[in-house]
């Protein structure tokens, strides 16, 4: 939360410590804000990447994100960005949609997975 709360609210000040280009500092706060709100989705599905893997299942999450990023994210951001004229930001919205798919499924496999999983003869 903290970086999306950076991105959203330094948008302008972020873009101005890398460029002072005018045609850049239109696009990039709307960029900014995309971008942190790309860190909310991409934080859930790394910790519950990292729980599967934990849990030694590794086959389905990656056709998960397979799936996240090849199947929705970039069709998506391709057509977004150059078919209905939205260019950048519809790249990233793209990403955004993926990565957000990629967490939701990522987090019902964990659910799922676990729910199968005996912990109690691991304890004992």
Not at 57 to 69: G, L, N, R, S
């Amino acid at each position: 939360c903290l970086a999306f709360g950076g991105f959203v609210l330094g948008k302008e000040d972020l873009a101005a410590l890398f460029t002072q280009d005018a045609a850049v500092m239109l696009v990039a706060p709307t960029l900014m804000v995309l971008m942190g709100l790309f860190q909310l989705p991409d934080g859930i599905q790394v910790v519950w990447l990292g729980a599967l893997r934990g849990l030694l299942d590794v086959e389905v999450p990656t056709y998960i994100v397979y799936f996240a990023y090849l199947v929705v994210c970039l069709p998506l951001g391709y057509f977004l960005g150059f078919h209905c004229g939205y260019e950048a930001n519809g790249i990233s919205f793209g990403l955004v949609i993926g990565l957000s798919i990629s967490a939701a499924l990522n987090t019902y496999r964990f659910w799922r997975y676990s729910k199968k999983l005996d912990f109690k003869e691991e304890i004992s």
